[in-house]
């Protein structure tokens, strides 16, 4: 399978053509309830994260990004439920992050609204790569911290002239505010930010490592991963969506500049 393209057909049939291990991060979104339209396509979800795992590399990241729907006054749990079936199958889940919106749900009397969207982030075996993002604003910057040790009968003293200087900025946390994508000018019902979708690629994958989005809409994960020196598979099962994401990386490659340029765009053959 070409690098660095956009393969219109069922992501499920098409990682069977990717080899074992190949894959250093995914990062995708499904159309998950019925909180999302999606020009009626299903998808197989067990099957899905079957393949997923087996083409992911050891040490590899997947990105799920999910929420649930509110259905006769209860959620359907349907993010969690995934997320159990990851670890089912041999994943680890490494950590539950938060995605805050700054658009929320419709106004309801019975419950507060609803903000965020969950980011699983599933490890096969032991994460390999982290690139964590500084910048979160250190209140004491700048200042002189001293810390604590334990001394060989168990209590702790405090150290004496030593300590470290805080810097300015620290890693975040794990709940990214980050607002919708605002200027969608594509018809796409979700577009991903692609703030958002850059974060995780700095942070779970290297340069020239190989960044896969299984359901890539409008193409905002290959977008980004191009924008930042990584390579790219992106599949979509829409024709429309294959054009929009084609525009945007054609738009990419010769006006906005890459470190590197792929040798072709374009969508392939539907695959059946």
Not at 20 to 45: A, H, Q
Not at 74 to 103: P, V
Not at 116 to 139: A, H, W
Not at 220 to 244: D, P, V, W
Request: hydrophobic share 35%.
């Amino acid at each position: 399978m070409e690098i660095n393209k956009i393969y219109q057909g069922d992501c499920l049939e098409l990682m069977k053509q990717i080899d074992n291990n190949s894959i250093d991060l995914v990062i995708t979104s499904p159309p998950y309830d019925n909180l999302r339209e999606y020009k009626g396509y299903t998808f197989n979800f067990e099957g899905i994260a079957k393949e997923l795992f087996r083409i992911i590399k050891e040490g590899g990241v997947v990105v799920w990004i999910i929420g649930d729907a509110t259905i006769n006054g209860s959620e359907t749990g349907t993010s969690f439920k995934q997320a159990l079936y990851f670890k089912e199958i041999g994943f680890n889940l490494h950590d539950t992050m938060i995605w805050e919106k700054d658009t929320f749900s419709f106004p309801d009397k019975v419950r507060y609204r609803s903000v965020f969207e969950y980011m699983f982030i599933f490890t096969k075996g032991r994460l390999k790569v982290f690139n964590p993002i500084e910048d979160k604003i250190n209140k004491y910057a700048g200042c002189k911290v001293h810390g604590t040790s334990r001394g060989k009968d168990g209590i702790t003293f405090k150290k004496s002239n030593c300590g470290t200087i805080t810097k300015e900025k620290g890693v975040r946390f794990n709940v990214w505010k980050q607002p919708n994508e605002k200027n969608n000018i594509f018809n796409h019902p979700a577009p991903f930010p692609e703030k958002l979708v850059e974060d995780h690629i700095k942070s779970w994958s290297n340069e020239e490592d190989l960044v896969l989005d299984i359901m890539c809409g409008s193409g905002t994960t290959c977008k980004m991963a191009l924008k930042n020196n990584r390579r790219f598979i992106g599949f979509e099962i829409s024709e429309e969506y294959c054009k929009m994401a084609n525009e945007r990386l054609t738009k990419l490659n010769t006006t906005d500049g890459i470190p590197s340029k792929p040798k072709d765009l374009g969508i392939l053959p539907t695959i059946i």
